[in-house]
């Protein structure tokens, strides 16, 4: 490379520290906040001032909408498991994903099943499936039922008769809700 090659191409701006950009976000939404940088020399957080009661509910509104296509799909995948009864009781949005949370071994199954999950030969229909069954069961059901999408499964020692699901993105929840939908 010469030196007239770094002369002509285009350099890609740095993006704006993380306070400014939140001071910018603040300005264009209409909220009266300071935001503060951390220091230069310590690894601080960006710090907001004090919003008035006001400002709180206008930007709680506007992380709802922001959010609403993620918490739309909770609400939806949650009333389709009601549905078949199978309890996602720790079903909730978090950090813009959706998380699962714990399932009963039996639910696991039955959700596996209705992603067409295909048994193993040597498991009886009478037969109480186990963990690591389901596991493999829902780990090989689930990205087939939603186009590639997966969900972390595991099993923990403290709850053998849980599986623990990790989260989705709302795109992953939307084609899962379509797949148990027929």
Not at 54 to 68: E, S, Y
Not at 116 to 125: G, H, N, R
Not at 128 to 155: C, I, M
Request: proline share 9%; with cysteine; hydrophobic share 40%.
């Amino acid at each position: 490379m010469t030196d007239t090659d770094t002369d002509t191409r285009p350099h890609t701006p740095a993006p704006p520290p993380p306070a400014h950009e939140l001071r910018a976000a603040f300005r264009e939404a209409g909220l009266n906040a300071r935001v503060t940088p951390p220091d230069a020399d310590a690894q601080t957080s960006v710090r907001v001032t004090l919003l008035s009661p006001t400002d709180a509910r206008q930007l709680a509104r506007l992380i709802r909408t922001g959010t609403k296509r993620t918490l739309k799909a909770a609400r939806a995948l949650r009333e389709i498991c009601e549905g078949y009864r199978i309890d996602l009781p720790g079903l909730r949005v978090e950090q813009g994903r959706i998380t699962l949370g714990p399932i009963r071994i039996d639910d696991a199954a039955r959700l596996a099943r209705l992603l067409d999950a295909v048994p193993q030969a040597t498991e009886q229909p009478s037969t109480t499936a186990d963990a690591a069954t389901v596991k493999t069961l829902l780990a090989h059901a689930f990205p087939q039922a939603t186009g590639g999408g997966t969900v972390p499964v595991s099993v923990r020692e403290s709850t053998p008769d849980l599986l623990h699901l990790g989260s989705i993105d709302a795109r992953t929840a939307r084609r899962l809700i379509r797949a148990l939908q027929f």
